[in-house]
């Protein structure tokens, strides 16, 4: 820490008790100056040569007849005007970082300038602080945290300033010029103590991170910090990735329970101002924040209650970076005494952002030209759509875990992410049976809502497995998905594609209008599979499987290729029909007994081939 020493002779201050201070010399004191609750017993003639304000207060005191001055509102306090006092009198003085602010403050309030004497003590301090003080990093940041107690002196006399300027200018210069003392709270590294052996005595340019600055102002208070962050920002010289790491490391530093969501009622405001001045000051590019910081600091802003435009401001960086985030960071406790666990509206309008950006990017490009468009940075790629999907799926299946959330919010989340073309609907599906599970009670027509945005030919084998035999989902999906992977096993032993009955085809497009169907016909397929039904497809499924081992692989010998391929063909064909010949000879008998004025479906009455295949599965079963 940088020094100054003024004046040469000795301290003769003494003390009487904590309230009393004197000069220990041969001549009496002529005057007392209450400087709070201290008495200082002092000489009139060292201090009026000096200070401009004690010759007001003595001449008025002369007045009064009195021998007494009173002095209430100096900066610094007793121990600033103990300074100034010492060094009217010459004594020894020693000024460093912790004291020289309220030293200059006390000299200005005194009126210690060139005008009464040259090299008065306003303006020595003035020379130290330029020459040292602000050329030094640590003590520049110390001064800066003296000045915090001394406003607004030290604001008006342009301390806080040029402090802030002094160390804004320490931070951008290149690291090569950067001293191995550059900061008081990293450890040192093995060179710096003379403690490592292969040490040349070389400097390692390259050890000095860009972002050495950031711990050692984490010990700013809010207001100062954003003064310095400010300060660096308008350089243009530090990157935006940098002072996004500085912002996370001051938060993390200062406020660790305000990201834990942990508050005391009595911090509401001070914490509100924290959180503001972070939002304040974030980057405006994308990336240099990550979206699980963005979204901590969200649940900030909502837990102490920030402005509206703040939030949103907030909300659209996290938007335009989504696909950085992960599920917990989405799951955003609701308010107190609302029925729901957490805030959809919030994810609602952060995937709304993202949206927003890809438009807003597609109409840039079309307005630009084709080498600018095709340098374009902002537009979405298929892969952050994809992230974005997979991201909204798995959020999807925490949420559906609450009893409370109503069928319309799971509903508007799905759809808003519906327009991203997946290879894969796994994530959605589990997402759906999660909902179906945890919603028992919901009626037919919003089963049949959850599920019309889920494609059965994007489900994977497993998945298909599960769902047939799942009891929650509608019979249209359960039929639906059995069909494709028949379908899917077709294509995987090369036969073709085995043709439908006209109500599956009915089915599938999303009609089962035919001049055949019944009244009740769509409530049929839309309705939850029965045990019974389930049973049947189970062994169905069973079925399949087992062919399709037996297709793979015979007891005796190896078919040839063509016979092999032939064979697969007639069995891929046969165990179609067998199976939606079957469910749907099973859905008209539920008809029958529903009081419909039907009992056969289309296929089953015009095709022959259909009858006597599913008479022979009916056998197979019977049998079994």
Known sequence: MKFMKLGSKPDTFQSEDKHVRYVATELATDIVVNVGDVKFYLHKFPLLSKSYQLQKLVSTANEESSDELIITDIPGGPAAFEICAKFCYGMVVTLNAHNVIAARCAAEYLGMHETMEKGNLAYKIDVFLNSVIFRSWKDSIIVLQTTMCLFPWSEDLKLIFHCVEAIASRAVIDTSKVDWSYTYNRKKLPEENGTDPNWNGARNYKAVPNDWWVEDLCELEVDLYKRVIVSINSKGIICGEVIGEALKAYVYRQFPGLIKGVTRS??????????????????????????????????????????????????????????????????????????????????????????????????????????????????LSEASKLMVAKLIDAYLTEIARDENLPVSKFVELVEMVSCISRPGHDGLYRAIDMYLKEHPGISKSERKRICRYMDCKKLSVDACMHAVQNERLPMRVIVQVLFFEQVRAAATSGTSTPDLPKSIRDLNSG??????????????????????????????????????????????????SVEKTALNKVKGLLMTKKIFSKLLSTKSGNADTSGSDSSETPSTANNPEDSKSTSSANRRISVS
């Open 266 to 379: 009595s911090d509401l405001t001070k914490y509100r101002s924290t959180v503001d001045t972070i939002i304040y000051l974030l980057p405006d590019e994308k990336g240099c924040v990550s979206s699980s910081f963005l979204l901590k600091v969200l649940k900030a802003a909502i837990l102490v209650d920030c402005s509206e435009e703040l939030k949103k401001d907030l909300i659209k960086k996290i938007g335009h970076q989504l696909e950085q985030a992960s599920v917990s960071d989405l799951l955003i406790r609701a308010p107190e005494g609302d029925s729901l666990k957490y805030d959809i509206d919030v994810v609602l309008n952060i995937v709304h952002e993202f949206f927003i950006r890809d438009q807003s990017s597609e109409i840039e490009s079309l307005e630009a030209n084709e080498a600018q468009e095709f340098n374009k940075p902002g537009i």
């Open 511 to 560: 009609s089962m209008r035919s001049s055949r169907s019944t009244p009740n016909a769509d409530e049929d397929w839309d309705a939850v599979a029965t045990a019974e039904e389930l049973k049947a497809l189970k062994g169905e499924l069973a079925a399949l499987k087992l062919e399709r081992r037996r297709s793979d692989k015979f007891v005796e010998g190896r078919p040839s």
